[in-house]
């Protein structure tokens, strides 16, 4: 089974919208799919199934002790720890922390940072992958960018939704 932690120690980053749409995608590609949440707002839809060929984890944006837990066993699994960050300074000032606590629970090789709610050529866009390089801890970005779409704020699931969160699993599971 292929686990996908959806993590940020901050909120409104995308994670419960990255992790809905991805079990939907992922259903809707045939694979079986479980869903479960250590984030108290359940924002994302739960499902319970013990034949998963994938689980997702919604998470709450904080070191909580369920996400600890998380992330402590992401370590010896098949894993990947999905974090989605948006291009504003607030989402900047919190990586060293993220990064060392990720450094510290030994998964920092299984994080994969995607930035969300941007522009694919924007300036902003670039100078924040510039700034992860030169932070010199080895990480690493996703090329694929979330898009701002009414549909994800809408929750509508489009053949554009679709299509760009296929696109976003194709990069991840390679």
Same mark, same amino acid.
């Given at each position: ?5 959806? &993590? @940020? ?22 694979? #079986? ?7 108290? =707002? ?6 319970? #199934? ?12 904080? &070191? ?21 960050? @948006? ?9 060293? &922390? ?14 994969? &940072? ?42 509508? =699931? ?17």
């Amino acid at each position: 089974m292929q686990h996908l932690i959806f &993590f @940020n120690t901050k909120g409104g980053s995308g994670k419960s919208t990255l992790c809905e749409y991805s079990a939907m995608e992922l259903q809707r590609l045939g694979h #079986n799919v479980s869903v479960e949440n250590t984030d108290q =707002q359940q924002h994302v839809t739960l499902i319970q #199934n013990d034949a998963a060929d994938f689980c997702l984890y919604d998470t709450a944006g904080a &070191f909580t002790h369920e996400n600890v837990k998380l992330l402590r066993a992401a370590r010896d699994a098949n894993s990947l720890i999905i974090v989605p960050m @948006n291009t504003g300074k607030n989402d900047l000032k919190e990586l060293p &922390f993220l990064v060392s606590k990720l450094v510290e629970y030994q998964v920092r090789e299984k994080t994969r &940072f995607v930035f969300t709610k941007t522009r694919t050529k924007g300036r902003i866009l670039e100078s924040r992958r510039e700034t992860l390089v030169a932070a010199g801890l080895g990480l690493l970005t996703l090329i694929w960018v979330m898009p701002v779409l009414d549909d994800f704020t809408e929750m509508r =699931q489009s053949a554009r939704t679709r299509n760009v969160i296929s696109t976003f699993l194709k990069e991840v599971l390679k």
